[in-house]
């Protein structure tokens, strides 16, 4: 292999949501299967820091690394297909580049120097792209521009990537991912968006390499031709990228267009091995062909933009594979749901899920949720929020503190079973802020999280500032609510669990964004397999 670090560039055109997270990360499972280290970067051209301050209708879900980075969606799809953890240099925003750029400014870093968006935000951004080579660690960087060629945001990261082509002539290549739609009237796919987009990015200097065609129906050798004469690719490079019936199939639908093999060819890298993916079609075999089937509610109050719980439905797939179990997830507003129509509303289901979440809004329901698994013996998963909520339903039914809540949600409550962390206290600043990333926890031997896990010692990603009030701890045992899971330096509460109960957990981390392919998360495999014991009982 070459020793210099090999840089894929992924653009988009034509319109956003093509799906250049789930090509990158397709690409990359397949160099990964070729023997050749890779990981993946997301430039997102939006001026926030990161999207921890963004509201998930905005932008679906944030995904927390390791290290505490609060990181785009994307990133969660990287983690799922390569089974390898990202971190904070994975992610990078235009709000980053440009807050590092003027820090250097105010430090003097510049001499005196007039600071422009060529070179300084350019050279910023190539010192992003090429941070994760610094090790040596990784054969292959795949870096995917969020947002679409044309947009004003990501003239900079265009240039950046111009100038690197440049620069790194032998070492880059752009893929780009373009819409090849169909007309019913005319009954014909047209490509002559894909031909405008490609002449855009030719306008900004950069040629791409391969072409990647969104597409509902077949790209004939006839259009393929067509595409690769007007656009300068060969015509091995015009891959065509039909609508999958699952994100996991398209590594396998990439293979059959062979474009690991294309990249490969124009970075002048061997194909000699052919990628093994036995494991990946064994995950595949098993999705496909489940032997039974289960329906578990998901209560939240993003419901109606699915990506806001996109690790959690992802988790459920991944636990359902694990148990050859097809999870079909309702999702269910925790508005809609009332005393009078919790019954009509969750009676059928197999399995509850609390959703995370912040704020006021949707509370009530939440409660009503849990309280009607608790006292139904509906097996219950309460995630971060729902495992607070959990807890304040808990107070409220069962130790009769009426009033009991969160500080979160009532400051004046007279029962703050739940309450803000003491170092959250002084916080002015929202973003970046909350007790974020990995931490450890030690679980109780013979409780229901030890025996999912396998393991009395774990570690787990966060993204709260509220916890479990510590002063409560010795009530809530005596009346039957064991605290399983803490944290072993401070004493925080992680997991929460109803002995009695068959199956009720409540975790304050996101066992969400552990879950891969290759490692389902041990929580949501013991959920689903709890799930299918409570229909099979029915």
């Not at 023997?35 to 927390?64: A, M, R, W």
């Not at 870096?143 to 900079?156: A, C, N």
């Not at 032997?291 to 806001?308: F, M, N, R």
Request: overall charge negative; hydrophobic content about 35%.
């Amino acid at each position: 292999m070459s020793n210099s670090t090999k840089y894929v560039f992924v653009t988009g055109g034509v319109t956003s949501s093509l799906g250049k997270g789930i090509i990158s990360a397709s690409l990359a499972k397949l160099l990964q299967a070729r023997g050749y280290s890779t990981t993946i970067q997301k430039l997102d051209p939006y001026i926030n820091i990161d999207p921890g301050t963004l509201n998930p209708y905005e932008h679906g879900e944030c995904f927390v690394t390791d290290d505490g980075a609060e990181t785009d969606l994307d990133l969660g799809h990287y983690e799922r297909f390569l089974n390898v953890p990202t971190s904070q240099a994975n992610n990078v925003t235009t709000g980053r580049i440009y807050q590092a750029v003027i820090e250097k400014e105010r430090r003097g870093d510049y001499l005196g120097k007039t600071v422009q968006v060529i070179p300084h935000i350019t050279d910023e951004i190539k010192d992003c792209i090429q941070l994760l080579s610094k090790d040596g660690k990784f054969d292959m960087i795949i870096t995917e521009i969020g947002g679409t060629v044309g947009d004003i945001e990501s003239l900079p990261y265009v240039e950046a990537v111009r100038q690197m082509l440049w620069e790194h002539e032998e070492d880059c290549i752009v893929i780009h991912l373009t819409l090849v739609p169909y007309l019913s009237a005319a009954g014909e796919l047209k490509t002559k968006p894909t031909q405008h987009s490609v002449k855009q990015m030719m306008e900004l200097g950069v040629q791409p390499d391969i072409l990647c065609c969104r597409t509902e129906h077949e790209l004939d050798l006839t259009l393929r031709k067509k595409i690769a004469k007007f656009c300068n690719v060969s015509i091995n490079a015009v891959i065509e990228a039909r609508d999958a019936n699952s994100i996991y199939d398209v590594p396998l639908l990439m293979q059959a267009e062979e474009l690991d093999k294309v990249v490969l060819q124009k970075l002048g890298l061997i194909t000699k091995t052919n990628p093994d993916l036995s494991d990946w079609k064994a995950f595949l075999q098993r999705l496909n062909n489940p032997k039974k089937e289960v329906t578990i509610g998901l209560i939240g109050k993003y419901v109606e933009l699915k990506d806001s719980y996109k690790s959690i439905s992802e988790s459920f797939i991944h636990g359902g594979v694990a148990n050859e179990t097809k999870v079909n997830v309702e999702w269910i507003h925790s508005e809609t749901l009332t005393k009078d129509n919790i019954q009509e509303s969750l009676g059928h289901l197999n399995g509850i899920l609390v959703a995370p979440g912040f704020g006021t809004r949707g509370i009530s329901g939440k409660i009503e949720a849990v309280n009607f698994a608790r006292e139904n013996n509906i097996p219950f998963l309460g995630i971060c929020l729902g495992m607070q909520v959990a807890v304040i339903e808990f107070a409220r039914n069962v130790l009769k503190m009426t009033d009991a809540n969160s500080t979160e949600i009532s400051e004046k409550t007279k029962f703050p079973v739940i309450s803000m962390m003491e170092e959250q206290k002084q916080v002015s600043y929202f973003g970046g802020t909350m007790r974020l990333g990995t931490y450890k926890c030690q679980l109780k031997s013979n409780s229901k999280a030890s025996r999912a896990y396998n393991s009395e010692n774990i570690n787990e990603r966060h993204r709260h500032r509220f916890e479990f009030n510590n002063s409560y701890l010795e009530q809530f045992e005596k009346a039957g609510m064991l605290a399983s899971g803490r944290n072993p330096e401070t004493g925080l509460v992680e997991v929460i669990e109803i002995p009695n109960h068959p199956w009720f957990v409540g975790v304050q981390f996101h066992p969400e964004y552990k879950s891969t392919v290759a490692k389902p998360h041990p929580l949501f495999v013991a959920f689903v397999q709890a799930a299918l014991t409570h229909k099979t009982k029915k």
